[in-house]
């Protein structure tokens, strides 16, 4: 994650919180209605189609091979914890206004970080005691003094200690809620000065980017950068044109609609390859 206050970033999350009573977009309950909302049609996006053939989000995979396979893809994995979470997920999408598919994308790519992988809750809280506010744990891979900012702000992000929430994954829901809303409402503010908005699917992935590299920087180095295009709705268009991490989380819709619903996507894995 690289915040605009931390430069050398990873490609993996952040999160944390956000004032209840903020602009946020439609209840996230109605999953299927979000995707009619958005020009969704069985979770095909502008950004990527559904996963077929060659094209898995951003992954040039044989739709065959992975159907031949029983070990799950990264993405799958990721499903599979969304599906484990979804009580968590709905949870926080109540207290936050934010949509249930936009926390399932960053739990489905987030939870399957490799550095994740390789060190489980007791290699991160190691991690953490070490790197302190700079490093990136949990299921949202959020970093540590994002999370400390914004449980200072919110009282209902306090709980235990922030490391200890962020490790616990039903608490992490919260704090990845709580960080897409302030995302949003920073977002929506800093356009409405400009005299500017952005259509429902283009501003949910500017969301999704800005929970990876921070609202300054998604404002500073690519929003405001005019050679992105003439309207900042342009400039939207060709950062997600060119971002892997959108193409990694909301690129793969499809599939987090179908773990919210509770769907296996290894089980069920010709319904969607």
Request: net charge neutral; hydrophobic share 40%.
């Amino acid at each position: 994650m690289n915040h605009a206050n931390h430069a050398a970033a990873r490609s993996h999350a952040t999160t944390a919180g956000a004032a209840r009573g903020m602009m946020g977009p439609e209840s996230s309950s109605s999953s299927a209605r979000e995707l009619r909302t958005m020009g969704y049609e069985a979770g095909r996006s502008a950004l990527s189609p559904a996963p077929t053939g060659d094209a898995i989000g951003a992954h040039a995979v044989d739709a065959s091979e992975v159907r031949a396979s029983s070990v799950p893809t990264r993405e799958e994995s990721g499903a599979r914890e969304v599906i484990e979470l979804r009580s968590a997920i709905r949870a926080a999408s109540a207290q936050y206004g934010i949509p249930e598919t936009w926390i399932g994308c960053i739990i489905m790519h987030e939870s399957q970080s490799t550095e994740r992988q390789i060190l489980g809750d007791i290699g991160e809280r190691a991690q953490a005691n070490i790197q302190g506010s700079s490093a990136s744990i949990g299921v949202g891979q959020m970093q540590v003094g994002v999370a400390e900012r914004l449980r200072n702000a919110d009282p209902r992000l306090r709980g235990g200690s922030t490391i200890d929430d962020l490790l616990n994954a039903d608490r992490a829901a919260l704090y990845i809620a709580a960080y897409l809303a302030e995302i949003l409402r920073k977002m929506r503010l800093w356009l409405t000065r400009m005299g500017e908005a952005l259509e429902p699917d283009l501003e949910r992935d500017m969301v999704l980017l800005g929970y990876n590299i921070g609202f300054e920087a998604l404002r500073d180095r690519n929003l405001s950068d005019a050679s992105f295009g003439v309207t900042y709705a342009d400039r939207a268009r060709t950062i997600r044109s060119r971002s892997q991490y959108i193409a990694h989380t909301s690129g793969h819709l499809q599939l987090v609609v179908r773990a919210l619903q509770g769907i296996d996507p290894v089980r069920h894995r010709d319904d969607w390859t």
